[in-house]
């Protein structure tokens, strides 16, 4: 089968989408598929022309995959010329930005391709947290309390900590409305901290989300269509699983499936594929929990298009089924293809 896989893309993610694109490369090729790969963000190939996968920094390398344009409605354009008539299916390793807040979803519709993870508007509603946590509350599911602010470059205002302050016990959580990988994340610890904390989120997103923070063991649960895989506890060594936790070797340890009781288990699966249904969600997903003091659970969001690096998250619990990533890979294809026919 012929694929076109997407992976780089425009974000902060962008290199963590490459290492997940390189891996997802690997294995479609030995699944004997003949494979396309392409950085929508330049309209360059990912290959170089002895068919090995560019990743990192630059991709200088890189030769233009022709007539691929730059620019998102060339990319629908681009998508329906003969070149890639014959392409079956689209394999998004995209994280984050235009790859995952359903713009590079809404222009595989248009073109008519299947392609794997959420639809528009599932990845849409996913990628707003606040909506997220809107729908969350509406069905009754735990998530710590939170509060938007739409603030300018120059930064926060007395009032906006004034506002925080009043509502909020410190230590609190500051991070984009809508980004992933924890970019922009921060634990802010007493009021003087918030306007450096805004900062940097605000390099990420103009929205900046305030959450309560709560103390506990950091849960996630990977979804697959109707299949849900083990729940996953993480530790990170700094108590915070911000960017550097989730990207520097050594600095978590991952327990699959986590330490907790069946029961327990059993609640936090339900609830995670509650969460998966209520966002309308399709293929694979992943979503993260908070477990605290008393086993009381809070929902803090869903990926969906979470890492695929064989030592990434949802491959970690699809493994501990029996799920090789190559057999989930190719889960994956078939998903996409049954939700088009759909």
């Known amino acids: 089968m012929k694929v076109l896989?997407?992976?780089?893309?425009?974000?902060?993610?962008?290199?963590?989408?490459?290492?997940?694109?390189?891996?997802?490369?690997?294995?479609?090729?030995?699944?004997?598929?003949?494979?396309?790969?392409?950085?929508?963000?330049?309209?360059?190939?990912?290959?170089?022309?002895?068919?090995?996968?560019?990743?990192?920094?630059?991709?200088?390398?890189?030769?233009a995959a022709a007539p691929v344009q730059r620019g998102a409605m060339a990319l629908a354009k681009t998508l329906v010329t003969p070149a890639f008539d014959d392409v079956k299916v689209v394999f998004l390793a995209l994280h984050g930005g235009t790859g995952e807040n359903g713009s590079i979803q809404n222009l595989l519709e248009l073109a008519g391709m299947p392609f794997t993870g959420s639809d528009m508007t599932g990845s849409t509603v996913a990628m707003h947290k606040e909506m997220s946590k809107r729908l969350f509350k509406s069905e009754g599911i735990n998530t710590p309390?939170?509060?938007?602010?739409?603030?300018?470059?120059?930064?926060?205002?007395?009032?906006?900590?004034?506002?925080?302050?009043?509502?909020?016990?410190?230590?609190?959580?500051?991070?984009?409305?809508?980004?992933?990988?924890?970019?922009?994340?921060?634990?802010?610890?007493?009021?003087?901290?918030?306007?450096?904390?805004?900062?940097?989120?605000?390099?990420?997103?103009?929205?900046?989300?305030v959450e309560e923070y709560i103390s506990g063991r950091e849960l996630t649960v990977p979804i697959l269509d109707n299949r849900v895989f083990p729940v996953i506890e993480i530790k990170p060594e700094s108590g915070l699983y911000d960017y550097e936790a989730k990207y520097t070797k050594g600095r978590s340890q991952y327990i699959v499936p986590a330490e907790i009781s069946n029961k327990l288990s059993d609640k936090i699966k339900s609830t995670a594929k509650q969460v998966y249904d209520i966002l309308g969600a399709a293929g694979l997903a992943r979503i993260d929990f908070i477990l605290a003091k008393g086993n009381k659970y809070h929902c803090l969001e869903l990926n969906t298009l979470p890492g695929m690096t064989e030592l990434s998250l949802a491959p970690m619990a699809a493994q501990a089924e029996g799920v090789s990533f190559d057999q989930l890979i190719e889960l994956l294809i078939k998903s996409a293809l049954e939700h088009h026919r759909k």
Request: aromatic share 8%; hydrophobic share 35%.
């Open 5 to 63: 896989l997407l992976a780089g893309g425009d974000s902060g993610e962008r290199e963590v989408s490459l290492d997940s694109g390189a891996a997802i490369y690997e294995s479609l090729k030995r699944l004997g598929h003949t494979v396309y790969a392409i950085d929508p963000a330049s309209g360059k190939s990912l290959l170089t022309s002895d068919g090995k996968f560019l990743t990192g920094p630059s991709t200088a390398g890189a030769t």
């Open 145 to 209: 309390k939170w509060k938007t602010f739409r603030v300018k470059d120059n930064g926060i205002s007395r009032d906006i900590v004034n506002e925080i302050s009043s509502f909020f016990e410190f230590p609190v959580i500051v991070k984009p409305n809508d980004s992933g990988s924890t970019l922009g994340l921060t634990r802010v610890e007493k009021r003087e901290e918030l306007a450096e904390a805004f900062q940097k989120t605000l390099k990420e997103s103009k929205i900046v989300l």
